[in-house]
């Protein structure tokens, strides 16, 4: 029990410490309707700031914000002490970087990128569903969205590859 000099934690409380703010999707995540579709989208404008980068450098960014992610979400779901808070949406900027990997930067296929992650985010297929439940911690956290962008990544070039995209 709380007593009237504690302060409740919640994620709004967490912003003013960077990592936990990142941990949050600078906010987006603090959004209660659709905080994982909110944090997609808060991804959006980030990935404007390195999509041109070469295909390595971009890469590197995503496996650093992988790994940093499994330890800035384990934080935060410390912090709120609640495994896998809906809150925590860094795991779908990292999903979302992954699905934009070496796609065309038309608003259409990043909208198209958008809707397929959310997709499989929301839908878990096997073996996203089954990792979501088996393993804890910051790594289960970031497994379950990655996997979602990977899934995503090969819808779109598929569907790329369909309409003579490529």
Known sequence: MQDATTEAVTPRSLLRDPMHCLALGLGSGCIRKAPGTWGSLAALPIYGLFFWVPAPVFGLIVVVSFVVGIWLCQRTADALGVHDHPAIVWDEFVGMWIVLALQPTQWWWIGLAFVLFRVFDIWKPWPIGW????????????LDDVLAGIYAFAVLVAIQFAVGAF
């Open 131 to 142: 990792l979501d439940q088996k393993v804890s911690g910051g790594l289960g956290i970031m």
